[in-house]
């Protein structure tokens, strides 16, 4: 589960899981408690965001999300609000860290695994987590952030303050696998393939015996939707072109 926080790279986040073989669902930061109960991920992913979490806006997901069992991934403004949350303090940075930054890390953290001891990341922030919260530990750092990543090995707590999706953290790839794999356990074994198969399964339920109209304009999602639609009633779907204009 990723909840988003409105960071610009929330569905590249997704896509990094899903490429490493992790069925994931984009959230938005307010759901409730009751629904991630509900679904019973075995991971949480946090977004970044633009806003600060000193700010009075500012995005708070339901603080009962630490007590459920559930291993939690912090991104950016992610590991900032849950510091936050967890008793951490957050305070603006004396120089804005941006861009290419080399980073310490701390290779017995699960979360480096195999990683050496420095990395290349991608740093977008001007705030940083000035205190840790109780239980934490600082697992890297660098020049202006002696906290670039956090973790509670006992409640299985992580967070980055940089960001490891994006192609500029060369190694990214790896901390996120890092998560997936030797935190939350996954078998990385889920197929893009899956997904078709059970939309297809669940149309055919919904559907039954009717037959089905699609209006497509032709671009990409009604185009797919109709594709979807095909596999699964075949001759019984009646697409309409829409022509919008454009």
Not at 111 to 127: A, K
Request: charged share 20%; glycine share 10%; net charge neutral.
């Amino acid at each position: 589960m990723i909840l988003d926080f409105g960071g610009q790279y929330s569905r590249l986040i997704a896509r990094r899981a899903r490429e490493a073989g992790v069925y994931c669902e984009i959230f938005p930061y307010n759901i409730s408690i009751e629904r991630i109960k509900k679904l019973n991920p075995k991971g949480i992913i946090f977004s970044g965001g633009p806003a600060s979490v000193n700010d009075k806006w500012a995005p708070f997901c339901e603080g009962e999300v630490f007590k459920l069992g559930i291993r939690v991934f912090g991104i950016c403004y992610g590991m900032q609000m849950m510091s936050v949350m967890l008793g951490g303090r957050v305070s603006m940075a004396g120089r804005r860290e941006y861009g290419k930054t080399r980073v310490s890390v701390d290779g017995k953290s699960r979360l480096f695994h195999g990683l050496g001891v420095e990395i290349d990341c991608w740093m977008s922030h001007t705030y940083y987590v000035s205190e840790l919260p109780d239980g934490f530990d600082a697992v890297a750092g660098s020049e202006n952030c002696p906290a670039a990543a956090m973790e509670d090995r006992k409640n299985n707590l992580y967070g980055v303050q940089f960001h490891p999706e994006v192609v500029h953290t060369p190694q990214g790839k790896n901390i996120i696998q890092n998560f997936l794999f030797n935190i939350c356990n996954f078998q990385g074994n889920w197929k893009m393939s899956f997904f078709i198969e059970n939309a297809v399964k669940d149309i055919r339920e919904m559907v039954g015996d009717r037959s089905v109209i699609c209006a497509i304009s032709g671009g990409v999602d009604s185009t797919v939707a109709a594709v979807l639609v095909h596999k699964a009633v075949g001759d019984r779907l009646t697409c309409i072109f829409v022509d919008h204009g454009q």
